[in-house]
């Protein structure tokens, strides 16, 4: 049973930074796309952030480059989402989710295409 379990939420002031993990069990095959999607209220879920784990391909969303890295540790099979320079409108239920790595035409940030998620973490950034 696959199981994606998010870390490292919490509540910061602008400026400041979290770091979030995503610890995956009971998934086997190394050729994945591990992603960060948010959700915040009254708002569809959006992607954040997502790397391929064959070869660590990374890619953003426009509104997080240059503030957030999405990096992976193989061994422990764990993906993390460092963010930095957080801003309230960073503010959202973050969710990491994976699917077997996909054509090239195929979206990172569709999340309709990602099989499996976690149960989300909650991050507040204050003014």
């Known amino acids: 049973q696959v199981q994606l379990v998010e870390s490292g939420g919490g509540s910061v002031q602008a400026g400041g930074s979290l770091r979030l993990s995503c610890a995956a069990s009971?998934?086997?095959?190394?050729?994945?796309?591990m992603g960060w999607f948010r959700q915040a209220l009254g708002k569809e879920r959006e992607g954040v952030a997502v790397?391929?784990?064959?070869?660590?391909?990374?890619y953003y969303a426009t509104s997080v480059k240059g503030r957030f890295t999405i990096s992976q540790d193989t061994a422990k099979n764990t993906v993390y989402l460092q963010m930095d320079s957080l801003k309230p409108e960073d503010t959202a239920m973050y969710y990491c989710a994976a699917r077997p790595a996909g054509p090239w035409w195929l979206s990172e940030f569709d999340a309709s295409t990602y099989n499996y998620w976690g149960q989300g973490t909650q991050v507040t950034v204050s003014s």
């Open positions: 009971g998934y086997s095959s190394s050729n994945n796309d």
């Open positions: 790397i391929g784990t064959s070869v660590g391909t990374t």
